[in-house]
C-alpha cells in the first residue's frame, strides 16, 4: 500500500469488476510484449518520510551556506518578508493550475493582475504579462518581439549586459531561422557601453538595442543618451533592469524603454541554487498582441461584478498554435505570486528604502576597500549596489582565504570577460552589515 | 442569414462584391459564426498587393485566430478602418462590413469564384 | 472583492529594515540627478495583518488539488505530498547561491546527478538534461537538438516536423519558432495515427515526429515499433512529450519504444505543484548520440568529486539561467524515492484503472468516441447534450457549482465539444463515484431543466465572465482614475 494511493485491494477489485476485467494487466494489452519492461527499475524506495528527510540533509549537508555573502552577478541574497512564504505555501494557490476556470481562480488571477499593475510602476511602463521563466529567457522574448514588430533583423546588445542572458539570446536566435536574426554586440568603455561604437553600428536594419541598468558590472548606463540614438533610427530600445534598484532609480519607462524585461528573483525568491526564478517582461499597450506568455485582463460577469480572466489568449501556443508570438506554456506563475506579497508588504516606501540601503552600503563597503593596499576600482563610472575592484592577487586565492572565513567574495570576472583578468565584481544588499564590511576588509588586509 | 446574391464568394467564406475596377471584401455570416466575437481586427497597409490566395490579415476572436485571404489578386487601396474601433461590427453586419477595398488585377480571377447558389450548396455540405 | 491598491493608505506600513548602519549621503554624491526618481513607485501602503488577510481571501477565492477533484485531462492534478514541499525548503539547498565555488555545493551537484540517473532509468534514455524549466521549454531544447543533429550532419534538407492532429499546441508552437514547416498526420477511426496518412505524409525531408504515447485522447499508439522504425528508416528523429507518462510508467519505457528524445514533466507525473501556472520543471533524456548537443553546463562525476563541464563544441548553447528549476527537481526526486519501482508502477496502474472506471460510468449518459480501454485519461463528447442546446462550456460551468474542477475543455480539436477526464490515481473510488453523479446529475438537468446548466456558474464569488469584452477592450492593469469600469 502505498500512502499517495487510495486504492485497496478491495477498491481495484470492485472496479475492475465494473469495467469487465479480471486484471490489472488486460488493461495494458494494446502494448507490445516486446517492449514492456520486464523487470523493476532500478530506483532506490518506497522510502518513509523519516529516511527521505534523512538522505536530503545528508546531502544538504555536503553543501556550504556561507554566513556573509558579497556576490552577486544575477542572482541575490535578499531580505524576503516571512508572509511571502507562508502566503505561496497556501494551498489553493500552490496546487492549483493554470486559472482556464476563471470563476474558481479569481484567488490568482487578481493576484496576478496586481502582479501587472506592480511591475507597471516599477518600470514605467502600460502593460505586463503573468511571468516568464527568467530574466535570460524574458531577454530572448523581447529580442523575438522587437524583431517581429520593427520587421528588422540587426540586434545590437551591449557587451555588459549579464553574460547569460547574452548567451541565452544567442541560442534562441541561432534557431530561431525564420527571422534570420543577426547578432552584435557593443563593447564598453570604463565599465559602460561606449556610445561612439553604437551610434556607428546604428542603422535603419536595427530591430533593437539590450542594454542593462545597472549593467552586469553594477554601473550606470547612460540610458538617456542610448535612447537618443537607438530611436533615431527608428529601433527599439529593450532595458534589461534590476527591479530592487528601480526603488531608487528613474524608471526605465521615464527613459523612454520599448519593452522592459528583468530577472525578479530579488523581489521574495530565495537563491534556491538558480531555479526557479522569475523572467519580468513590460511593454507599451500598443504593443500587447505580440507581448508572450499569458495576460489577465479585467472584466465584468453578467450582475456587473467585477471579475479577472487570462485574456488576449489568442496570442497563445493554444490557440495560435503554430502561429503563436512564443511556445512558452506554463510560466513560474507562484514566483510572481511571491514577488506580488513582496512589492506589497514592502510597499512604495519599503522598495524605497530597500534601495537606499543597497546603495549606501555598496558605496560605504566600495570605499572602505578601496583603503586596503592593492585594491583598485576596476571602473571608474557610477553605479548602484554592485562594484568592480581589481588587484594584483589571483581572484581564487582572494576568495579561497574568504571563505575560510565564511565569507563568498565577489565573482571572478574573468571567467567570463578574458580581458578582465584579476577583477572581482562585489555585492552588497540590504543584508550585509558594517560588520560584515569590516570583517571583509580585514580579511582582504590580511591577505599577503 | 441569406446568401445575398450580388456578390461572388470564395471556398474559405469570403465574399467579394465588385465596385467597376475595384472590388469589397469581407467574410460571409458562417465565418463570423464559426469565430465568435471578434475582438481584434489586424488590417492590411494600403499601398500593398497581394496574389490571390494570400492572407491580407487576421481575425481574432477569444478562441480562434483566423487569417483573412483575398480571393482575388490586387492592390490594397482601402481598408475599413471603423472596424479598428468596433470589430463586432463584423459579427453583427458580416455583408455590410467590408474588410478591404482590391483593385482586381485580373477580371478573370472573379470568374472562378463561387456564385451565391454554389456557396449555398457548399455550406449545405459543411453543416 | 477590493484590489490591493483600493485597500492602501498613505503612511501604513507592512515591514521593518533594521536601521542604516552606514554613514548615509546624498544619494547624488553617486548617482547622477536625472537618474534618480522623483517619485516613489505607487506600490501600495499596508499594514501585514491587512495584507494577510487580503491574499488569505484571495486564496479562498481558488480551487486547487486540495480544494476537491481536479481531473483536468493531460495536466495529471495528483496530490502533491507535503514531504516534497519541506526538503525543497531545506536551508543548505534554499539558499545556496548558484555561483558559489564547486567544492561548496557538492550536494547540490550530486543530488542533480543523481536525478538525471533516476529518469534515465525511468525512460529508459542514455542521458538527461535538468536545464528545461517547463515542458514546452523541453520541447524548444528537443527540437533545438533535432535540428542540431540534422545540421551537424549536414542534412540541410529536413524542414519538417510531423505532428498527430491531436497534438497538443506547444508542440506546433515550438517547431515553427524553429523554422520548421508542421505537417499533421491524421488520425485514424481509431484515435490513433493512420499509417496510411503516416506514410504519404513521411520522407527524407522530415526533420522528426513528435508524439505523445498514450496520446491525447488517452490511448497506445499501438503501432509504435512501426512508426519508430519508419521514421529512423527515413533518418528522422522520434520526439516523446512526455505529458502522458503517468499512462504507461514502470509498465513501457519511452526509450525501449525507440524514442531518441523524450521531454517530461515534473509538475505532472511527478507530482510537484502546478503553483498556478508553474513553476514546473521539463527535463529531457536523449540517446547517447544526441548527448553532445545538450546545453551547458553539463554535470560530471570525476574521482575529485562533482562538477560543471562548459567543454562542450556542440552543445546548442544556453537555454536558461543557471542549471534547471532546482527547488522543483528536488520535489520530484523525493517523489521518486517516495514511491520507488514498485510504487511508480503502481501509480500507473491506478491511474489507468481509475480512468476506466470513470469512463465506463460517464458512457451511460455521454457520447465516447472512442469506445474501448483507455489508459490514464480519455475523451467523451457532449455532442448530444450540445443537440439539446447545451454545451460541454456549459456542463463545465455547472460542475463548479458541485465542488468540482472540470475536465479539459474542447481539446483534443479532433473531437466535437471535447471533454478530457484524467482523474490520476490519487483519486478514491468514492471520489469517482461521485464525480460520475455529478455528471449524471447535470445530464438530467440538460434534459429537464437546461437553463439552470446554461446559465451555470451560480454558487461561485462570480458568475461567467465576459471574455469578449476583456479582450475587446484589454484592461491590464489597475489604474487610480479608472476605478470604474464602463458598462
Known sequence: ?448 | MDVPKDRKYSSDHEWVKANGNNAYVGITDFAQSSLGDIVFVELPEPGKSYAAGNAIGTLESVKAVSDVFTPISGKVLDINKELLNDPGLINRLPYESWIVLVEIENPQDLNVLLSSRDYEQLLQKER | MDLIFEKSRADRCGYQLPELDVPSRNPDDFIPADYLRRDAPDLPEISEIDAVRHFTSLSKRNFGVESGTYPLGSCTMKYNPKINEDVARIESFENLHPLQPEMTVQGALELMYIMELLLCEITGMDNVCLHPAAGAHGELLGLMLIKGWHNQKKDYERNTILVPDSAHGTNLASAAMLGYRVVEVKSNDRGLVDMNDFTEKANEHIAGFMLTNPNTLGMFEENIIQISEQTHRLGGLLYYDGANLNGIMGIVRPGDMGFDIVHLNLHKTFSTPHGSGGPGSGPIGVKANLAPYLPIPIIIKTDAGYSFDYDRPLSVGQIRSFYGNFSVIIKAYSYIISMGAKGLRSVCENAVLNANYLMNMLKKNFFVPYDRTCKHEFVISAIKQKMKGVSALDIAKRMLDFGLHPPTMYFPLIVKEAMMFEPTETESKENLDKLAEVMADINKEVCENPDIVRNAPHTTVVGRLDDVRAARFPKLRYLKDERILPV
Open chain 1, 1 to 448: 500500500m502505498f500512502r499517495f494511493i487510495p486504492n485497496t485491494d478491495d477498491d481495484k477489485k470492485k472496479m475492475l469488476k465494473a469495467i469487465g476485467k479480471s486484471s490489472i494487466d488486460e488493461l495494458f494489452f494494446d502494448i507490445p510484449e516486446e517492449i514492456k519492461t520486464k523487470s523493476d527499475m532500478k530506483i532506490p524506495g518506497p522510502l518513509s518520510e523519516i529516511d527521505i528527510k534523512r538522505h536530503f540533509h545528508d546531502l544538504g549537508n555536503r553543501n556550504m551556506i556561507f554566513r556573509i555573502c558579497f556576490r552577486g552577478a544575477g542572482a541575490y541574497r535578499r531580505y524576503i518578508p516571512s508572509i511571502v512564504n507562508h502566503v505561496i505555501s497556501r494551498s489553493e494557490f500552490y496546487t492549483s493550475y493554470t486559472p482556464y476556470q476563471a470563476e474558481v481562480s479569481q484567488g490568482i488571477l487578481q493576484v496576478i493582475f496586481e502582479y501587472q499593475t506592480m511591475m507597471c510602476e516599477l518600470t514605467g511602463m502600460e502593460v505586463s504579462n503573468a511571468s516568464l521563466y527568467d530574466g535570460a529567457t524574458a531577454g530572448a522574448e523581447a529580442v523575438f518581439m522587437a524583431v517581429d514588430l520593427t520587421g528588422k533583423n540587426r540586434v545590437l546588445l551591449c557587451r555588459t549586459l549579464n553574460p547569460q542572458t547574452r548567451s541565452v539570446i544567442k541560442t534562441y536566435s541561432n534557431f530561431s531561422t525564420a527571422r534570420n536574426i543577426r547578432i552584435e554586440e557593443i563593447p564598453y568603455r570604463n565599465g559602460r557601453t561606449d556610445l561612439d561604437v553604437l551610434e556607428n553600428k546604428m542603422n535603419e536594419e536595427v530591430a533593437c538595442v539590450l542594454v542593462q541598468y545597472p549593467n552586469f558590472f553594477g554601473i550606470l548606463e547612460e540610458v538617456i543618451e542610448i535612447e537618443k540614438i537607438v530611436h533615431k533610427h527608428g529601433s527599439f530600445l529593450i532595458v534589461s533592469a534590476d527591479p530592487i534598484s528601480l526603488g531608487l532609480l528613474r524608471s526605465p519607462g521615464e527613459l523612454g524603454a520599448d519593452i522592459v524585461i528583468g530577472e525578479g528573483q530579488s523581489l521574495g525568491t530565495p537563491l534556491s541554487f538558480g531555479g526557479p526564478y522569475l523572467g519580468f517582461i513590460t511593454t507599451k499597450e500598443k504593443y500587447v498582441r505580440r507581448l508572450p506568455g499569458r495576460i489577465v485582463g479585467e472584466t465584468v460577469d453578467r450582475d456587473g461584478n467585477r471579475g479577472f480572466i487570462l485574456t488576449l489568449q489568442a496570442r497563445e501556443q493554444h490557440i495560435r498554435r503554430g502561429n503563436s508570438a512564443s511556445n512558452i506554456c506554463s510560466n513560474h506563475q507562484l514566483n510572481a505570486v511571491a514577488a506580488t506579497v513582496y512589492l506589497t508588504v514592502m510597499g512604495k516606501r519599503g522598495i524605497s528604502e530597500v534601495a537606499e540601503q543597497c546603495l549606501q552600503k555598496a558605496h560605504y563597503a566600495f570605499e572602505e576597500i578601496l583603503k586596503v593596499a592593492g585594491m583598485k576600482p576596476g571602473f571608474s563610472a557610477p553605479f548602484f549596489n554592485e562594484f568592480v575592484i581589481k588587484s594584483d592577487i589571483d581572484p581564487d586565492k582572494i576568495n579561497e582565504f574568504l571563505l575560510k572565513n565564511d565569507i563568498l567574495g565577489g565573482y571572478d570576472l574573468s571567467r567570463d570577460f578574458t580581458e578582465l583578468d584579476k577583477h572581482l565584481l562585489y555585492c552588497v544588499t540590504e543584508l550585509n552589515t558594517r560588520r560584515e564590511i569590516e570583517m571583509l576588509t580585514e580579511a582582504l588586509g590580511a591577505l599577503k
